[in-house]
């Protein structure tokens, strides 16, 4: 690494990101991150949980019976601008003239699909009515319409809904009121995430965004507490920026901005297992902004929560009770088998060949590693075909074989092997977790020490013209929770409705009925 100024070392320091994690990064980039060696697909009976309808109601009823004497936490990363969202609407701002060309003539010459979908279906928009009362009767044909329609959603002078963070777009029309996503999750949360009439959440968020989000608690605060009878307490964190990442050149040093100081970037949603060691709860269920629904749907995700969180208690109550066991007794050879046995079947761990060749002490040794650590139960949705991680028995270059949540990018598509076996996939992540962050004794785990720091990105960007690499950290729920005991368990697909594009907001799971 070429020597470091004085000006890059305040820089560091402003940041709170030392020498050696610079260092670091770089050797991370000259060596390349190796690509996930898959050993199978996670499906029903291997790797996968499903439970029959009675098994579901005795989980829900474990959960109900539990959750009074539990703190319960919904964590919401929530940093999501919504620019990416309105794509297709920028691009037709920039290529669409209403003075010199019809619509149909511009759907004609470019193609474009989800514009002509977005023009055909715009009252069906949960923002139809806001927009429509700033426009008015500007618009003189239907084609200038669809044009001035656009430039209000999206423009500064306008409604600015691109600078937007999409937790705070309309998502849903309820006719008297439209509600955002973030409104959505405090309805949600307060059928699930709710003791003693308090149900509390915490959304990641850009710090640009802290006032709109308070804002928009204090403007819905009385109507959503009036409805679902419960008080909110409301945390927020921003990403930290000791989490960015240093850029390099395409020579692996250090790529410097034309004022010749360092490039950071953020580090992706991995960064935000920070923020999750902040949390201190006995359950924390965690999903993303985007992926709320509307009332028809929110019996089935409330009672999908309440199974997750019931294996969790279920399974946790058995690990810390021989976690107990392993740390203060003579644990004899028939309890050390039950415990590796309960390991295996209950939380997927999976063991060395050579385990009954070690001593009484070292396989004591073992399990102790092995039972404590934090848990997560992860819904999986059948695959529909959706993009996303998916949920693979992976084999670690020390052998060791575990379960994880794997992205594409993760994965060689050279090798044939290894998209035989994505092939095989039933399931796929739609972020939707129950975590158990507690050892036996009651004390917080620290998460950061379950990070497996070798399953990050690298990834090519641009700035200024010029060619850069970029490391994102690894994944929240990828290797961000790589070291996590781990169990996946089917949930129906009506949990996972995430809004991509705008267009993903005329799909039923969107339309209030």
């Not at 306008?158 to 509600?179: D, E, I, Q, R, V």
Request: with cysteine; proline share 4%; hydrophobic share 35%.
């Amino acid at each position: 690494m070429s020597t470091l100024s004085e000006s890059d070392l305040q820089l560091l320091a402003t940041k709170g990101i030392s020498k050696d994690k610079v260092r670091d990064q770089i050797e991370t980039f000259r060596e390349g991150i190796p690509f996930v060696n898959l050993e199978k697909a996670g499906v029903v009976g291997d790797g996968i949980s499903k439970f029959s309808f009675e098994e579901e109601q005795q989980l829900i009823a474990t959960f109900e019976g539990a959750k009074s004497g539990l703190s319960l936490l919904k964590f919401v990363p929530a940093s999501g601008a919504a620019s990416r969202m309105f794509k297709a609407l920028f691009n037709f701002l920039d290529a669409y003239d209403p003075e010199s060309e019809k619509l149909e003539a511009y759907f004609e010459r470019t193609g474009d699909k989800e514009l002509k979908v977005f023009s055909e279906k715009l009252r069906q928009f949960p923002f139809y009515n806001i927009v429509r009362s700033r426009i008015a009767d500007k618009a003189r044909t239907k084609d200038e319409e669809v044009h001035l329609f656009v430039k209000e959603l999206l423009s500064e002078s306008g409604l600015n809904y691109g600078f937007y963070p999409k937790g705070l777009l309309p998502f849903h029309n309820y006719g008297t009121h439209s509600a955002t996503p973030f409104e959505e999750h405090l309805r949600e949360g307060a059928l699930y995430a709710k003791t003693a009439n308090t149900a509390e959440l915490h959304f990641t968020i850009s710090e640009q965004h802290d006032d709109l989000f308070k804002q928009e608690f204090d403007n819905i605060k009385n109507r959503v507490s009036a409805d679902t009878n419960a008080s909110f307490k409301i945390g927020y964190s921003y990403q930290k920026s000791s989490t960015d990442t240093i850029a390099v050149d395409m020579e692996n040093q250090p790529f410097r901005n034309e004022d010749g100081s360092l490039l950071f970037r953020p580090g992706g949603h991995g960064a935000l297992i920070e923020n999750l060691n902040e949390q201190d709860a006995d359950i924390i269920f965690i999903k993303n902004i985007d992926n709320v629904v509307v009332p028809q749907n929110l019996d089935g995700v409330t009672q999908s929560k309440k199974i997750l969180a019931g294996v969790l208690i279920q399974v946790q109550q058995k690990a810390h009770m021989y976690a107990k066991l392993l740390e203060g007794h003579t644990v004899g050879e028939e309890q050390r088998s039950e415990i590796k046995k309960f390991l295996e079947d209950d939380l997927n761990v999976r063991f060395s060949s050579r385990f009954y060749n070690y001593s009484a002490e070292e396989q004591v040794g073992v399990l102790k590693d092995k039972i404590n650590r934090p848990i997560r139960i992860c819904g999986m949705v059948k695959n529909e075909g959706e993009p996303g991680g998916g949920p693979f028995w992976i084999r670690d270059q020390k052998e060791n074989i575990s379960l994880q949540i794997i992205e594409s990018a993760q994965i060689d598509s050279t090798n044939q092997s290894q998209m035989d076996i994505v092939a095989n996939a039933t399931h796929f992540n739609p972020v939707d977790l129950v975590c158990g962050v507690r050892n036996y004794k009651g004390e917080k785990y620290d998460l950061v020490n379950y990070v497996d720091h070798k399953q990050g990105f690298i990834t090519g960007k641009t700035k200024d013209g010029k060619e850069l690499k970029a490391l994102e950290l690894p994944g929240l729920w990828n290797g961000g929770m790589a070291y996590w005991n781990t169990i996946f368990v089917e949930v129906p697909l009506l949990t996972f409705n995430p809004v991509k594009t705008v267009n993903d907001l005329l799909k039923p799971s969107h339309q209030v009925k």
